[in-house]
T-cell receptor
């Protein structure tokens, strides 16, 4: 079946280091991917997205990499800060106009001082 | 701050109560969503409205009744809920996925619902 999963449920990173959060997906028809950050007591916040015609997209301190060959998505956070501590979800959607966004299980990022 | 506003932030209700959750967005989005999120789990889709018409009902029990009064508002009416319905209820909106490209969901901060 379709699934979007994460390799690590919890990631602990030293402040100032780079973080890499991974996500695997199984639906080869997926062509649009999103990363969300969810802080405690808040809703998921959009971070960055990428379409399948791209391999890499950069934002402010964040980079998303897409490897369609192995159906793998990653979020890289540069110079991780305490404010980056949150749960990160990947989500995928396909181009057929579906309203269904499939979410991964989530990774908790802990930033150590 | 989020551009999708949900009220109330917290709600405690008994199993015989009737209550409503409200959501509002002013981004001009034509698709609006209700998600349910249990602790340490990803959001689960409940309902989708597109252009104020119900497009998707993910086999949600009838004790949850959605309503879309206009393009900016989305309600979720609750009646005779069970304790296991306690969760964070998230509203989201997006540009219409039926357009030529996809766009992300924009979420509110949710209503934390406790059913006693």
């Amino acid at each position: 079946g379709e699934s979007v999963g994460l390799h690590l449920p919890t990631l602990s990173v030293q402040e100032g280091d780079n973080s890499i959060i991974n996500c695997a997906y199984s639906n080869s028809a997926s062509d649009y991917f999103i990363w969300y950050k969810q802080e405690s007591g808040k809703g998921p916040q959009f971070i960055i997205d990428i379409r399948s015609n791209m391999d890499k997209r950069q934002g402010q301190r964040v980079t998303v990499l897409l490897n369609k060959t192995v159906k793998h998505l990653s979020l890289q956070i540069a110079a991780t800060q305490p404010g980056d501590s949150a749960v990160y979800f990947c989500a995928e959607n396909n181009a057929s106009g579906t309203y269904k966004y499939i979410f991964g299980t989530g990774t908790r990022l802990k930033v150590l001082a | 701050d989020t551009e999708v506003t949900q009220t109330p932030k917290h709600l405690v209700m008994g199993m015989t109560n009737k209550k409503s959750l409200k959501c509002e967005q002013h981004m001009g989005h034509r698709a609006m969503y209700w998600y349910k999120q249990k602790a340490k789990k990803p959001p689960e889709l409940m309902f989708v409205y597109s252009y104020e018409k119900l497009s998707i009902n993910e086999s949600v029990p009838s004790r949850f009744s959605p309503e879309c009064p206009n393009s900016s508002l989305l309600n979720l009416h609750l009646h005779a809920l069970q304790p296991e319905d306690s969760a964070l209820y998230l509203c989201a909106s997006s540009q219409d996925p039926g357009s030529s490209y996809n766009s992300p969901l924009h979420f509110g901060n949710g209503t934390r619902l406790t059913v006693t």
